[in-house]
């Protein structure tokens, strides 16, 4: 089959054979997650090694972690078309396709998690209007959707696809309206990032996550807002430096990556500076008053008072740090080393906040309670980093994701 | 979750939850409909220019 007249105008991709080889090997990968998912959908979830102090897990850990990282979606579309940076129009539809995977993951997983996904619907018939989780369920849903519509246009945009008049109408008129469908994204995007923080903060029988409320919300509400707005922007910026390295072309210029880099750096060093208070606050007031002490939480050979320090210092602070200074954005080692330490702080935040928070003894006869995941829980968390590469590849080979590619890489 | 279901309740949780969720969706929904009523309708009446010009 020709793929000419698939693949847009004025740019170079590389040939049909090296790409099927890329796509083979992640989708080998993929087969093994698929695998792990039907074996866990058809024998139950004795296939993991979840428990009754483990009920949430690797899952919920890897949903949390792919939604902050998905934060780049939406923040850059706030950034875009309601705050107008035009110059991010050269990376948010990169922004979007990493959003839309990200999501698209997350709700995979949720689906594998639930064990009974047939049951999936329930939660909007029966929905529970006091818990947090309905919101996060309703708003992850409500959003997946919206970003799909900002995927679509995108998709539209194929050669082969924009020769169908209506097609092409149709992209247009969604890109006319982007705006709505991006402020809807920003709206439900504060809900469910928030509640998902607001989740660990109202468990009053867990010290250790629980946190002060303004009205019916904890701290962690806005703090999990807070942070995936600050390290998602990290996120988008490695996976397209990673495209670039792998494609070895220029695919953005510098001025889009600096500028959001920046108001990552701005994001990242005001979000932790909330984040030491919150949890100062949280050690010397909240946590005795509990009966505990900040140690009590820190002395496991795993969770140990390094992880605090990690989280807080090395993947919060000197990223910020490195990202609002010219020169730290200016000098690619920094500038690197500055986005995965924010991608690592993010993960480790929603770690701690999952898995450190069922490990914590709650009684003094209590122990430390210790998890190790089961191979296909490995299997099905490693499933969307393949599904991620293989729909970025394709998005890349047949899709004008990069607006600034032609200019950047001339054919002779 | 509808009002006539025997689960609903008129109290400001459910109005707040379900309201929440009808106003997102009626947005997306209104939205799509909107565009593809008008690329129909661009499509009818012969605007079928394909620079638009919109990137």
Same mark, same amino acid.
């Given at each position: 089959m020709n793929e000419t007249p698939l693949i847009p105008a004025g740019v170079k991709r590389c040939s049909k054979w090296q790409f099927s080889l890329w796509i083979a090997a992640a989708t080998a990968v993929l087969l093994w997650g698929v695998? %792990?998912?039907?074996? !866990?959908?058809?024998?139950?979830?004795?296939?993991?090694?979840m428990n009754d102090a483990y009920g949430f897990a690797l899952w919920i850990w890897a949903d949390l972690a792919v939604i902050a990282l998905g934060g780049g979606a939406f923040f850059s579309g706030f950034l875009t078309y309601i705050i107008a940076k035009a110059e991010l129009k050269n990376i948010i539809n990169f922004a979007v396709i990493i959003?839309? $995977?990200?999501?698209?993951? %997350?709700?995979?997983?949720?689906?594998?998690? &639930?064990?009974?996904?047939?049951?999936?619907?329930?939660?909007?018939?029966? %929905?529970?209007?006091?818990?947090? /989780?309905?919101?996060v369920a309703f708003c992850l849903s409500c959003y997946f959707a919206v970003l799909t519509i900002e995927f679509i246009p995108l998709i539209l945009e194929n050669p082969r696809l924009a020769k169908k008049p209506f097609l092409h109408h149709l992209s247009h008129n969604m890109h006319g309206i982007m705006a709505i469908f991006a402020a809807t994204g920003v709206f439900l995007s504060f809900f469910h990032q928030g509640s998902l923080g607001g989740v660990a903060g109202v468990l009053y029988g867990r010290p250790f996550a629980f946190r002060e409320h303004i009205l019916i919300w904890p701290f962690t509400f806005f703090l999990f807002t807070w942070s995936a707005a600050a390290y998602g922007p990290c996120f988008t910026i490695l996976v397209t430096k990673i495209t670039e390295k792998i494609t070895r072309k220029k695919l953005v210029k510098d001025n889009v990556i600096q500028l959001f880099a920046k108001i990552s750096g701005w994001m990242i060093i005001?979000? $932790?500076?909330?984040?030491?208070?919150?949890?100062?606050?949280w050690a010397l007031v909240t946590a005795p008053g509990m009966g505990f002490? /900040?140690?009590?939480?820190?002395?496991?050979?795993?969770?140990? !008072?390094?992880?605090?320090?990690?989280?807080?210092?090395?993947?919060?602070?000197?990223?910020?740090?490195?990202? !609002?200074?010219?020169?730290?954005?200016?000098?690619?080692? /920094?500038?690197?080393?500055?986005?995965?330490?924010?991608?690592?702080? &993010?993960?480790?935040?929603?770690?701690?906040? &999952?898995?450190?928070?069922?490990?914590?003894?709650?009684?003094?006869f209590n122990d430390w309670y210790t998890y190790m995941p089961s191979w296909?829980?490995?299997?099905?968390?490693?499933?969307?980093?393949?599904?991620? $590469? !293989?729909? $970025?590849?394709l998005a890349h080979r047949y899709l004008p994701v990069f607006p600034q590619e032609k200019e950047l890489n001339p054919i002779d | 979750m509808f009002p006539f279901c025997f689960e609903w309740a008129?109290? #400001?949780?459910?109005?707040?939850?379900?309201?929440?969720?009808?106003?997102?969706?009626?947005? #997306?929904?209104?939205?799509?409909?909107?565009?593809?009523?008008?690329? #129909?309708?661009?499509?009818?009446?012969?605007?079928?220019?394909?620079?638009?010009?919109?990137?």
């Amino acid at each position: 089959m020709n793929e000419t007249p698939l693949i847009p105008a004025g740019v170079k991709r590389c040939s049909k054979w090296q790409f099927s080889l890329w796509i083979a090997a992640a989708t080998a990968v993929l087969l093994w997650g698929v695998y %792990a998912m039907f074996l !866990i959908w058809y024998k139950g979830l004795n296939q993991t090694n979840m428990n009754d102090a483990y009920g949430f897990a690797l899952w919920i850990w890897a949903d949390l972690a792919v939604i902050a990282l998905g934060g780049g979606a939406f923040f850059s579309g706030f950034l875009t078309y309601i705050i107008a940076k035009a110059e991010l129009k050269n990376i948010i539809n990169f922004a979007v396709i990493i959003g839309f $995977i990200c999501y698209s993951s %997350a709700l995979l997983i949720l689906a594998i998690d &639930v064990g009974q996904p047939l049951r999936a619907w329930f939660i909007f018939w029966h %929905a529970n209007v006091h818990s947090m /989780l309905t919101e996060v369920a309703f708003c992850l849903s409500c959003y997946f959707a919206v970003l799909t519509i900002e995927f679509i246009p995108l998709i539209l945009e194929n050669p082969r696809l924009a020769k169908k008049p209506f097609l092409h109408h149709l992209s247009h008129n969604m890109h006319g309206i982007m705006a709505i469908f991006a402020a809807t994204g920003v709206f439900l995007s504060f809900f469910h990032q928030g509640s998902l923080g607001g989740v660990a903060g109202v468990l009053y029988g867990r010290p250790f996550a629980f946190r002060e409320h303004i009205l019916i919300w904890p701290f962690t509400f806005f703090l999990f807002t807070w942070s995936a707005a600050a390290y998602g922007p990290c996120f988008t910026i490695l996976v397209t430096k990673i495209t670039e390295k792998i494609t070895r072309k220029k695919l953005v210029k510098d001025n889009v990556i600096q500028l959001f880099a920046k108001i990552s750096g701005w994001m990242i060093i005001t979000y $932790i500076i909330a984040k030491t208070i919150d949890t100062i606050y949280w050690a010397l007031v909240t946590a005795p008053g509990m009966g505990f002490t /900040l140690m009590d939480f820190y002395n496991n050979s795993t969770y140990h !008072i390094g992880m605090l320090f990690a989280e807080i210092v090395i993947c919060g602070f000197i990223p910020g740090l490195i990202l !609002i200074t010219k020169r730290g954005r200016e000098n690619s080692f /920094l500038l690197m080393s500055a986005i995965i330490l924010g991608v690592i702080g &993010v993960s480790l935040n929603r770690w701690v906040m &999952v898995l450190q928070v069922m490990a914590v003894p709650v009684f003094s006869f209590n122990d430390w309670y210790t998890y190790m995941p089961s191979w296909q829980e490995v299997a099905t968390t490693v499933l969307p980093l393949a599904y991620g $590469i !293989i729909l $970025i590849s394709l998005a890349h080979r047949y899709l004008p994701v990069f607006p600034q590619e032609k200019e950047l890489n001339p054919i002779d | 979750m509808f009002p006539f279901c025997f689960e609903w309740a008129w109290d #400001i949780s459910h109005l707040v939850f379900m309201g929440g969720l009808w106003y997102a969706l009626s947005i #997306i929904g209104a939205g799509m409909t909107f565009v593809i009523v008008k690329s #129909i309708f661009d499509c009818s009446g012969g605007h079928d220019d394909q620079n638009h010009g919109h990137h």
